[in-house]
């Protein structure tokens, strides 16, 4: 059964320092790899979609990386911004199509 | 173009009830998925459709059901209401037959209190 554990579960940083979240998966066998934010009392927007055969996805100041046979994703957050202030999701797309989420990121950042 | 939108925003039911939640995709999108999100949780898949038809079923029972319409808006049922089923329900829209293989576009949810 495939499973999906971010780490840390909150982190507070100062405004203007580069930081990454932990996405770690049980299962290889994925079609993708997803990281979404969360805003409070909202729904989720996609951020970076990594398909299996890719290595990392960027957007803006985002870079997401996958290592598929350590079943595990980082997403890199450089410069960050108030703005930035969200819960950061990954989920995985499993063999059966299905996406796996994990309790995702609280992330805080101090102006 | 339209967003995804979803009514109503918030509900509140007693136990053993039934609840109608609706789902307007967004324009040009032939796949919506459902998604349950307890607090302090990640979204759980409930299933989805693809050109009205369920084609992927999470682990959910029965009393969790769905319809999708020829103009592709969509709604959730929920029968006998439990405690447990209280949460934010989510849906979500995308162009792919299988939800999941490309972005998908959520809404902004409907939070459910069963009392």
């Known amino acids: 059964k495939q499973e999906v554990t971010q780490i840390p579960a909150a982190l507070s940083v100062p405004e203007g320092e580069n930081l990454v979240l932990n996405c770690s998966f049980t299962?290889?066998?994925?079609?993708?790899l997803q990281w979404f934010r969360q805003d409070p009392g909202k729904g989720l927007t996609s951020l970076l979609l990594?398909?299996?055969s890719q290595r990392e996805q960027t957007s803006g100041r985002l870079n997401a990386s996958l290592d598929k046979s350590s079943g595990r994703s980082t997403l890199y957050i450089a410069a960050s911004q108030p703005g930035d202030s969200a819960t950061y999701l990954c989920?995985?797309?499993?063999?059966?199509?299905?996406?796996?989420w994990g309790a995702g990121t609280k992330l805080i950042i101090k102006p | 173009e339209t967003g995804v939108t979803q009514s109503p925003t918030h509900l509140i039911k007693t136990r053993g009830q039934q609840v109608t939640l609706r789902c307007s995709s967004q324009?040009?999108?032939?796949?919506v998925s459902w998604y349950q999100q307890a607090l302090g949780q990640g979204p759980q898949f409930i299933f989805q459709?693809?050109?009205?038809?369920?084609?992927g079923r999470g682990n959910f029972p029965p009393r969790f059901s769905g319809l999708q319409f020829p103009n592709y808006s969509s709604e959730l049922n929920v029968n006998a209401l439990e405690l447990d089923d209280s949460a934010l329900y989510l849906c979500?829209?995308?162009?792919?037959?299988?939800?999941?293989?490309?972005?998908?576009?959520f809404g902004p949810g409907t939070r459910l209190t069963v009392l």
């Open positions: 990594i398909q299996s």
């Open positions: 979500a829209s995308s162009t792919g037959q299988r939800g999941g293989t490309d972005t998908q576009y």
């Open positions: 989920a995985v797309l499993d063999s059966n199509y299905q996406l796996i």
């Open positions: 299962d290889s066998a994925i079609y993708n």
């Open positions: 459709y693809y050109r009205e038809e369920e084609n």
């Open positions: 324009s040009g999108h032939n796949t």
